[in-house]
């Protein structure tokens, strides 16, 4: 049975532009989130607190936060101690940490294993969740990882519970490079659903490497999810995950969604509005089936 209202967490001034080439200036991203907010999106990842030297297109997230911050969900990512102190200090409520459930990712993407990050992270967060703030952990590497392949979904199940037990809020499993199929999405969340607890947020993200994250949605929706992660535009993509092309676009799903009659609280014409601001400040033009059915009207 399918959901009859889905979230969708909006991370294209996250996940968006990490790894835009054009360097956006603040003054831009801050618009950029403005108009999201202004499409309906209640939950966004702002930005991210990690090093500038990795990724420089987040060197500005305290402008970004500074300007951006009000009662909705807004989510900072922080992948170490530094970070999320980082992002306490700029008065962020709402935090999200990121791994991988594979080792050499993990390594690539925040120089640590998995283990050791988990092991970093644990006291944090126990002291995030004492303290009340929201926390989501973002779950890379879920499915498939660019250096080891097919990922075991018990190592997922494992990565998932230890943060259940650290009391995160949220689970965000993500297909980073784009390589799950229907069947494996069906299969992991069905998996997830029956072994987390049921007050554990669990939301799904995928990049759409291959043309699969709608199919992808579709099998997770009725394996129980009802939130996802979407970028406007179907920017974005990780800079340490060779092979990992822009998320699926916001106004895909969100067309997708509303003809099957599932409400999202989404305007699609504002949200097209936010897609057509940033596509002239970006390297490359704005993909999504949405965006380009506007431009030839
Ligand atoms: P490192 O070099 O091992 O760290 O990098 P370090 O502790 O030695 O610090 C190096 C420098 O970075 C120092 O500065 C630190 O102060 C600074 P320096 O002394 O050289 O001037 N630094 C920081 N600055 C700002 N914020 C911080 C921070 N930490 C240290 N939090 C580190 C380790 C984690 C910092 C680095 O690997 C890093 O920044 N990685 C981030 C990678 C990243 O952002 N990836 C993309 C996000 S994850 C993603 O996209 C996947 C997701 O979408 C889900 C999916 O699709 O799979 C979530
Ligand atoms: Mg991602």
Same mark, same amino acid.
């Given at each position: 049975?399918? %959901?009859?209202?889905?979230?969708?967490?909006? $991370?294209?001034p996250r996940d968006g532009l990490q790894n835009e080439k054009n360097f956006i200036n603040a003054k831009d991203k801050i618009h950029f989130i403005s108009l999201l907010k202004n499409a309906g999106f209640q939950e966004m990842e702002l930005t991210s607190f990690v090093?500038?030297?990795?990724? %420089?297109?987040?060197?500005?997230?305290?402008? $970004?936060?500074?300007?951006?911050?009000?009662?909705?969900?807004?989510?900072?990512?922080?992948?170490?101690?530094?970070?999320i102190d980082m992002a306490i200090e700029a008065g962020v409520k709402h935090i999200a940490v990121f791994v991988g459930v594979s080792d050499s990712f993990n390594k690539k993407n925040i120089n640590k294993t998995t283990e050791e990050s988990m092991n970093e992270l644990r006291p944090l967060i126990e002291d995030l969740k004492r303290r009340g703030y929201f926390v989501r952990a973002c779950i890379s590497t879920s499915f498939y990882c660019p250096f080891e392949g097919k990922i075991d979904e018990h190592a997922v199940l494992k990565v998932c519970q230890d943060f259940e037990e650290m009391g995160v809020d949220e689970l965000s499993v993500a297909d980073t490079i784009g390589m799950a199929n229907p069947i494996e999405c069906f299969d992991l969340f069905t998996l997830l659903k029956h072994h987390l607890r049921s007050t554990t947020l669990i939301t799904g993200h995928f990049h759409d490497t291959r043309g699969m994250a709608l199919a992808n949605i579709f099998a997770s929706m009725q394996a129980g999810i009802d939130r996802f992660d979407t970028s406007a535009g179907g920017l974005g993509g990780c800079p340490f995950a060779p092979g990992a092309s822009g998320n699926v676009a916001s106004e895909d799903v969100v067309y997708m969604l509303s003809q099957m009659g599932i409400s999202t609280g989404i305007q699609l014409d504002k949200l097209l509005e936010a897609s057509a601001f940033i596509s002239p400040l970006l390297s490359k033009p704005v993909s999504s089936k949405q965006f380009g059915l506007l431009k030839n009207v």
């Amino acid at each position: 049975e399918l %959901p009859e209202r889905v979230t969708l967490i909006e $991370v294209g001034p996250r996940d968006g532009l990490q790894n835009e080439k054009n360097f956006i200036n603040a003054k831009d991203k801050i618009h950029f989130i403005s108009l999201l907010k202004n499409a309906g999106f209640q939950e966004m990842e702002l930005t991210s607190f990690v090093s500038p030297k990795w990724v %420089p297109q987040m060197q500005d997230a305290g402008t $970004v936060i500074e300007h951006c911050m009000d009662d909705l969900r807004n989510f900072v990512l922080a992948p170490n101690k530094k970070g999320i102190d980082m992002a306490i200090e700029a008065g962020v409520k709402h935090i999200a940490v990121f791994v991988g459930v594979s080792d050499s990712f993990n390594k690539k993407n925040i120089n640590k294993t998995t283990e050791e990050s988990m092991n970093e992270l644990r006291p944090l967060i126990e002291d995030l969740k004492r303290r009340g703030y929201f926390v989501r952990a973002c779950i890379s590497t879920s499915f498939y990882c660019p250096f080891e392949g097919k990922i075991d979904e018990h190592a997922v199940l494992k990565v998932c519970q230890d943060f259940e037990e650290m009391g995160v809020d949220e689970l965000s499993v993500a297909d980073t490079i784009g390589m799950a199929n229907p069947i494996e999405c069906f299969d992991l969340f069905t998996l997830l659903k029956h072994h987390l607890r049921s007050t554990t947020l669990i939301t799904g993200h995928f990049h759409d490497t291959r043309g699969m994250a709608l199919a992808n949605i579709f099998a997770s929706m009725q394996a129980g999810i009802d939130r996802f992660d979407t970028s406007a535009g179907g920017l974005g993509g990780c800079p340490f995950a060779p092979g990992a092309s822009g998320n699926v676009a916001s106004e895909d799903v969100v067309y997708m969604l509303s003809q099957m009659g599932i409400s999202t609280g989404i305007q699609l014409d504002k949200l097209l509005e936010a897609s057509a601001f940033i596509s002239p400040l970006l390297s490359k033009p704005v993909s999504s089936k949405q965006f380009g059915l506007l431009k030839n009207v």
